[in-house]
């Protein structure tokens, strides 16, 4: 497609609740990221795939945050039993190459009450 | 962790006049990019500059990086209303994936 589509646009979800969180990058682009951002803060990284390989994973907050790219292609965001702190919008964004910008979706912003 | 700093947090101009934000960051680089963030909106790719890049162009946008200081600077010439927005450094620290590491930003108002 044209560009980053993340799906869906907004999220309520109760506390305790598992959410799955879709990003479709850019035809193409081999790389794709997952950013975290709280409210009035920069983005922080969560994971990055290369094509279906999860290579660095570093940024999860916890053992309930899952992300996967089977086929290299679409990536789920898997949160599982929602907490309060995890509120935020979940930005995903693909790059053509390592060293190239950013291509980012509009976001899901997620809301745990 | 965020690596970048931003300066000032919140710049309030008029139309016409020029933006300036600066940007200051803790490691060696690969290269800096900046990004404009619409209220609720994604981040929008701006302008990327390489290590062994000192100034760089585009449109009114003008960038310049000392990776001496380890700083960078992000002018917007001739401000428009339409300039309103948040603005985030981040930097590419040659992790060979290309992770970037945000800033908390500036958040920039133009009135007309």
């Known amino acids: 497609g044209a560009g980053v589509s993340q799906s869906p646009r907004y999220k309520v979800a109760k506390r305790g609740q598992d959410v799955a969180l879709r990003c479709d990058p850019i035809?193409?682009?081999?790389?794709l990221f997952w950013y975290q951002q709280a409210l009035g803060q920069g983005p922080e990284f969560l994971t990055y795939f290369q094509n279906e390989a999860q290579l660095d994973k570093s940024g999860l907050p916890s053992d309930r945050f899952f992300a996967e790219r089977p086929e290299g292609s679409v990536s789920t965001l898997k949160i599982q039993r929602t907490q309060q702190e995890d509120s935020a919008v979940y930005l995903c964004?693909?790059?053509?190459?390592?060293?190239?910008?950013?291509?980012f979706g509009s976001g899901t912003r997620l809301t745990v009450v | 962790s965020q690596q970048g700093e931003e300066d000032p947090q919140a710049l309030s101009i008029q139309e016409g006049e020029n933006a300036t934000m600066n940007c200051s960051y803790k490691?060696?680089?690969?290269?800096l990019q900046w990004y404009r963030q619409n209220s609720g909106r994604g981040l929008v790719h701006l302008i990327l500059?390489?290590?062994?890049?000192r100034e760089k162009h585009s449109g009114r946008l003008r960038v310049t990086l000392d990776t001496s200081k380890k700083s960078s600077s992000l002018l917007i010439t001739a401000s428009r209303a339409a300039d309103t927005a948040s603005y985030f450094c981040?930097?590419?620290?040659?992790?060979?994936?290309?992770?970037?590491?945000f800033g908390k930003g500036t958040m920039l108002l133009v009135s007309p």
């Open positions: 981040a930097t590419d620290a040659n992790s060979g994936y290309s992770t970037l590491t």
């Open positions: 490691t060696s680089i690969n290269n």
């Open positions: 964004a693909s790059s053509l190459a390592p060293g190239h910008g950013y291509t």
């Open positions: 500059i390489r290590s062994n890049e």
């Open positions: 035809s193409g682009h081999v790389s």
